[in-house]
C-alpha cells in the first residue's frame, strides 16, 4: 500500500461535500483543514530541511547519544523535584516513540534515528544518576555533636602540609545501628603507623553534617559527600588508640602508594621532593599551599595532579620501550606483531600507574581513553577520534554519573576535545603533514603547534575554570609550552629512573636532577604567577551563560562543514553575558557570621574570619584579589561590639545595613527601633517577630531554610543556596553546619 506523503494534513481523504445538505458541514470542514494545513506546513518543511541537513551532515551518531547521555544527568540535577524528573522522563521518551513512529512508517529517516537516540539517551542519562543517587547516598547526620565511637579503617590519606592524616573509617552512631562512613581528621603528631588501612580505633571526634555551599556559586561539598557515601566530617580530640590491628593483606595499593610517597620525599626534600611524591604515587599532601596557588594561577595546576598527561606518558614510555625492546629479538619479531605485545605491555603499565596512584575518577578515567588510544593503535586505526573519546566518556559516566557535575570531568573531557577536533581539522593536518623542508622547521612547526594547542585548551577551559572557580590563569598557554614538556620528557622519566636506580643503590645523582627539573618548574610557576595580570577574576557565571558555552563549543568541536561556525554565535552571547555580569554587593554565609560588602573594590568584611576559606570564598565570589577590609576600619560604618551600621549607595539610593556581630542580649524594644532605621538586618542569631526592617531580614531562621544569600542591590534580587538545591538527598537546609566549610576541589585536578 502505497504511502500518504507526510506533508499531506488530509490523509489522502476526500473532504469534498456532495449533497446540498452536507454544503456547510463540509465547506467548514475544507476551512479546517486549510487551518492545519496552514499551521503544520512550516512545521513539516522544518522537519524535512532538519532531516535533510542531518543527512548532509554526516555526523558521527556516537558521541553525540554520550552527549544527550550527559545532558539527561546534567538535567536531574538542574531539576528540583521527582515529579519534575519523572516529567523529563516523560518527555524524552516521547521523543523517542515520536522517532520511533517515523522510523516505522520510513519517512525523515535520519531526523527519525535523531529522536529516537536523543530521547532514549536523555531518559537513560536522569535514570542513571537517579539510581545512582538512590544507591550510593547516605543521610547526613542532623546536627553537630560529639562521640566517642570504634571504628574501622577504610582509607589512609597523608597530608603534611596541613599537617594532618585524613581518615576515612566505618562505624555504627549512637543513635543508629546502621554502619555509617565518617571523614575524620588527625592532628600529625596523633597519627601512628598503626592506623592504617583495616584498623579498628576509639577516637572521639567532633561531627558535623557535610556542609552545603557557603553562599550561592560556592563549592558544595554536600553533594560531593552525598556520592561519596559519608554521613559526616569532624576532627579528632585527644588521642586515637587502635585497639585492634589491621588484618594481614589490608594495606594493598594504598599501604604501596604511602611508601612510594615516603621514599620519594626520603631522597629528595622541599617542594620539589613533594611534587616528585606526587607525580610518583598520586599523593598530593605534602605540596605547600604556596606552590599550590603558583602553579593554580600560572596555569599549570593541573601538573600536579594525576590526570591524562601523566598517565598518556607512561603508557607512551612503556609502549615505545617495549616496542624497541623487542624488536631488537628477531626470533619474535618474525613471529607476533609486535605493536600488539607492546600495547598490551602499554595498558599493563597505564592499569599499575592508575591503582599506585589511588585510581581516583580522574585517573581511572584517562587510563581508559589511554588504552583505547593502544587498542586502536594495535589495531592499525586511528587513535585521536571523537568515537573512542564518547566510548571513554561513556565509561565514566555509567560507573560514577556524578561526576558529570564535577569540575574535574568537565575540564579534562573538554581539553581532549578540544585538542582531537583541533589536530583533526584540515589546516591543521597540512600544516603537520610531512614535507621537504629545513631540518629546523620541523622542531619551529612543532612548537607553534604546541602553542596553537595550549592557546586552544586554555579558550575551551576558561568558561568552566570561571563557572566553578570565578578566576583563571591568563599566561597558562606560555607556561605550558616549557611545563609539560619539561614534565613529560624530563621529570617523570627522570623519576622513573631514579627509583629503578635506588634498587642497586645508585639513585642519588637521579634524583638530584629530578630535583633540578622541579625547581625549574616552580620557578616558571612562581615567575608567571607574579606577573601583572596573570589572574583574571570574575563574578560568579550564571548557569545560562555556562550552558551557551556548553552548546557553542560542542557544537564547533563536533559538528562538519560550513554550519560548525554557528557555534560562535552561542559563544559570542555568552562572552557578552559573562562580561557584563555585575558584582555582586552583599555575601552573606549561611550562618549569618560572615558577611561580604562590595565597596569601591573592595571586600569589607564583619568578621576577621577564622577561616580562610571564608573570605577566600567571599573574595572570589566577589571578583576581588586584594585582601579583605574589616568592616569596622571603613569610614562609611560605625560598629559596636553587637553591631555593625553601615550605608551604602546604589544607583542613586542609600540602603542602611544593621549586621549582628556579637552574642550579648539586647533588648527587644531597642532591637526593634533599630530594625526599623534600616533596610537589611543581618544575625547569626534568631530575631524576634519585631524586628522587622523595611526590605530583608536575614536571621539564624531564615537562613536555616535558604542557605547563603547573594544580593544585588540596583535589581533588588536575593539569590538563595536553597534555589539551586532542589529535593536532592544532599539538601536538608543550612542549619547546624560547619563555620569553616570545605575546601573546593583543586582545579587542575583532571
Known amino acids: 500500500m502505497a504511502m500518504q506523503p507526510l506533508s499531506d494534513p488530509t490523509n489522502g481523504r476526500d473532504t469534498r461535500s456532495d449533497g446540498p445538505g452536507e454544503a456547510g458541514d463540509g465547506a467548514a470542514q475544507q476551512r479546517l483543514w486549510q487551518v492545519l494545513r496552514l499551521v503544520s506546513s512550516p512545521v513539516f518543511s522544518a522537519a524535512h530541511r532538519a532531516d535533510h541537513g542531518l543527512a548532509r551532515a554526516g555526523l558521527e551518531r556516537g558521541p553525540w547519544l554520550v552527549i544527550c547521555v550527559i545532558a539527561g544527568i546534567a538535567l536531574w540535577f538542574a531539576l528540583a523535584t521527582p515529579f519534575a524528573w519523572l516529567c523529563a522522563v516523560g518527555v524524552a521518551l516521547l521523543l523517542a516513540f515520536a522517532g520511533a513512529c517515523l522510523l516505522w512508517r520510513d519517512q525523515l529517516p535520519d531526523l527519525s534515528l535523531a529522536l529516537l537516540g536523543i530521547g532514549l539517551a536523555l531518559a537513560f542519562g536522569i535514570l542513571l544518576v537517579w539510581a545512582r543517587s538512590a544507591v550510593v547516598g547516605v543521610p547526613a547526620i542532623e546536627y553537630p555533636r560529639m562521640e566517642t565511637m570504634h571504628a574501622r579503617i577504610l582509607e589512609r590519606e597523608e597530608q603534611p602540609a596541613r599537617e594532618r592524616v585524613r581518615l576515612v573509617v566505618a562505624t555504627r552512631t549512637a543513635d543508629s545501628d546502621q554502619a555509617i562512613k565518617l571523614r575524620i581528621n588527625v592532628p600529625q603528631d596523633a597519627a601512628t603507623p598503626a592506623m592504617r588501612r583495616g584498623a579498628v580505633v576509639r577516637v572521639t571526634a567532633r561531627l558535623m553534617p557535610p556542609a552545603p555551599p557557603l553562599v550561592p556559586g560556592a563549592y558544595d561539598f554536600a553533594r560531593t559527600a552525598w556520592f561519596q557515601g559519608l554521613a559526616a566530617t569532624g576532627s579528632a580530640v585527644g588521642p586515637v588508640e587502635v585497639v585492634e590491628p589491621a588484618p594481614a593483606g589490608w594495606g594493598g595499593v594504598a599501604a604501596v602508594q604511602r611508601d612510594l610517597s615516603a621514599h620519594v620525599r626520603s631522597h629528595l626534600g622541599g617542594s620539589a621532593g613533594s611534587i616528585a611524591a606526587a607525580f610518583a604515587s598520586g599523593d598530593r599532601g605534602a605540596i605547600a599551599e604556596a606552590d599550590e596557588e603558583a602553579m593554580r594561577d600560572a596555569g599549570l595546576t593541573h601538573l600536579l595532579s594525576i590526570s591524562g598527561l601523566h598517565v598518556s606518558a607512561v603508557i607512551a614510555a612503556a609502549y615505545f620501550l617495549a616496542l624497541k625492546l623487542l624488536a631488537l629479538w628477531p626470533w619474535l619479531a618474525l613471529r607476533v606483531r609486535l605493536p600488539v605485545v607492546a600495547a598490551a605491555i602499554g595498558a599493563l603499565a ?10 581516583e575518577v580522574p585517573t581511572v578515567r584517562s587510563c581508559a581513553a589511554a588504552v583505547l588510544v593502544l587498542v586502536a593503535l594495535a589495531l592499525g586505526r586511528e587513535p585521536l577520534t571523537f568515537r573512542l573519546l ?13 561526576s558529570v557535575a564535577s569540575p574535574s570531568f568537565q575540564m579534562s573531557f573538554s581539553a581532549v576535545l578540544a585538542i582531537v577536533s583541533l589536530h583533526n581539522s584540515a589546516p591543521v593536518r597540512r600544516f603537520l603533514a610531512p614535507r621537504e623542508e629545513a631540518w629546523w622547521m620541523r622542531p619551529v612547526r612543532g612548537g607553534a603547534m604546541l602553542l596553537i594547542t595550549g592557546l586552544v585548551i586554555e579558550i575551551a577551559l576558561m568558561p568552566i575554570v570561571l563557572f566553578h572557580f570565578h578566576r583563571t590563569g591568563m599566561y597558562g598557554a606560555l607556561a605550558n609550552m616549557i611545563g609539560i614538556p619539561l614534565v613529560t620528557f624530563v621529570s617523570m622519566p627522570l623519576i622513573a629512573l631514579a627509583l629503578l636506580a635506588d634498587l642497586v643503590g645508585l ?12 625547581d625549574l618548574l616552580l620557578g616558571i610557576a612562581h615567575l608567571t604567577a607574579s606577573q601583572p595580570g596573570a589572574v583574571k577574576l570574575a563574578p560568579h557565571m550564571g548557569g545560562f551563560a555556562f550552558l551557551l558555552f556548553v552548546i557553542g563549543g560542542l557544537w564547533l568541536a563536533l559538528w562538519s562543514g560550513r554550519a560548525r561556525f554557528a557555534g560562535f554565535v552561542p559563544v559570542a552571547v555568552a562572552t557578552v553575558m559573562t562580561i557584563a555580569t555585575p558584582r555582586l554587593d552583599i555575601l552573606v554565609s549561611r550562618d ?9 573594590g573592595e571586600l569589607l568584611t564583619l568578621r576577621e574570619s577564622r577561616s580562610s576559606y571564608a573570605s577566600d570564598t567571599l573574595s572570589e565570589l566577589g571578583a576581588l584579589d586584594a585582601p579583605p577590609v574589616p568592616l569596622a576600619n571603613w569610614p562609611g560604618a560605625r560598629c559596636s561590639g553587637e553591631f555593625c551600621v553601615a550605608s551604602i549607595e546604589r544607583e542613586g539610593r542609600t540602603y542602611d545595613l544593621l549586621l549582628a556581630r556579637g552574642r550579648d542580649y539586647v533588648t527587644e524594644r531597642d532591637l526593634a527601633a533599630a530594625c526599623a532605621r534600616v533596610d537589611i538586618v543581618v544575625a547569626d542569631r534568631w530575631l524576634p517577630w519585631s524586628c522587622q526592617p523595611r526590605w530583608l531580614k536575614a536571621d539564624r531562621r531564615m537562613l536555616s531554610e535558604t542557605g547563603g544569600l547573594a544580593i544585588r542591590l540596583d535589581q533588588r534580587s536575593i539569590q538563595t543556596v536553597a534555589q539551586g538545591q532542589g529535593a536532592h538527598g544532599w539538601w536538608h537546609g543550612a542549619g547546624g553546619v560547619s563555620r569553616e566549610g570545605e575546601a573546593p576541589p583543586r582545579a587542575g585536578n583532571q
Open 390 to 402: 564518547a566510548v571513554a566518556a561513556g565509561f565514566v559516566i555509567l560507573l560514577w554519573p556524578e
Open 350 to 359: 597505564g592499569v599499575g600507574y592508575t591503582l599506585l596512584t589511588g585510581a
Open 507 to 518: 639513585g642519588g645523582p637521579v634524583w638530584w636532577l629530578v630535583g633540578q627539573s622541579l
Open 592 to 600: 549569618g557570621r560572615d558577611v561580604g560588602i562590595v565597596e569601591d
